[in-house]
């Protein structure tokens, strides 16, 4: 057990490398698989359920964010947790968010002003609002500082899980580009009009996020099994299924 427990401490990166490459690859299929499906395939009826609050494309979404708070709860030791209580904290509200917490029990949306300087809104609310933006803001803080530096290292040398991770990045960059087009081009005096192909785009990409999480957590945290029989010899790091 001495070498499996030394295996589990230092986490290799090199660890069933290309499985999880080649679950990110698989992601992106199917990503690419749910746009074209409602865009070719699905009658009107169907196309509006699809992407609908409460559809399953808005319920995968969620799912797939407590899928990866579960993972960090079993794999992380309680004080470790507590440290990082920012890591579950995001996570928790980027699946309220999908599931539109953010605008279903305050007066207006916690993210925009008008629920501040509003004299309608109860003051109740605004300090509601302001806690939970105030506190997530320190999240994203303590992210940026605890773990930014290993982004990038884990970045240049292409780790699974860092790749994941600016994979999860950039789907969330390019549904918010895809969702404020309209209102930035019409700064720029263009009209633009929101049609059903964007909001397909703008909603699978968001799915995208959990799913990359997903894949980036697992690598961070391969199966004892795994890490077990690496330690023993039965694996090698680029061939997590060879035998020796």
Aim: some cysteine; aromatic content about 12%; charged content about 15%.
């Amino acid at each position: 057990m001495g070498e499996t427990d030394m295996a589990w401490r230092e986490r290799k990166t090199g660890y069933g490398k290309g499985h999880y490459f080649n679950q990110m690859g698989l992601a992106l299929l199917v990503l690419v698989f749910l746009i074209a499906l409602p865009l070719a395939f699905f009658p009107e009826d169907i196309r509006k359920f699809y992407l609908s609050e409460g559809g399953p494309i808005e319920v995968f979404s969620a799912a797939g964010y407590l899928i990866v708070v579960a993972t960090l709860v079993r794999e992380t030791s309680y004080r470790d947790l507590l440290k990082r209580w920012y890591l579950v904290a995001i996570l928790i509200a980027m699946c309220l968010r999908e599931l539109d917490f953010h605008a279903h029990f305050t007066t207006h949306n916690i993210t925009k002003t008008t629920l501040y300087i509003s004299p309608d809104v109860p003051l109740l609310e605004k300090l509601i609002g302001a806690t939970v933006v105030i506190a997530l803001g320190v999240a994203f803080y303590l992210l940026l500082k605890n773990g930014f530096r290993s982004f990038v290292h884990g970045l240049r040398h292409g780790e699974a899980t860092a790749v994941a991770i600016a994979a999860a990045v950039g789907c969330a960059v390019l549904s918010k580009v895809i969702d404020g087009a309209p209102s930035n081009l019409t700064f720029l005096s263009i009209q633009f009009t929101r049609i059903y192909t964007s909001t397909v785009f703008e909603e699978i990409l968001e799915l995208g996020i959990p799913i990359f999480l997903a894949i980036a957590a697992f690598s961070a945290f391969p199966t004892q099994d795994g890490l077990a029989k690496w330690a023993s010899g039965q694996i090698t790091p680029n061939n997590p299924r060879s035998v020796t």
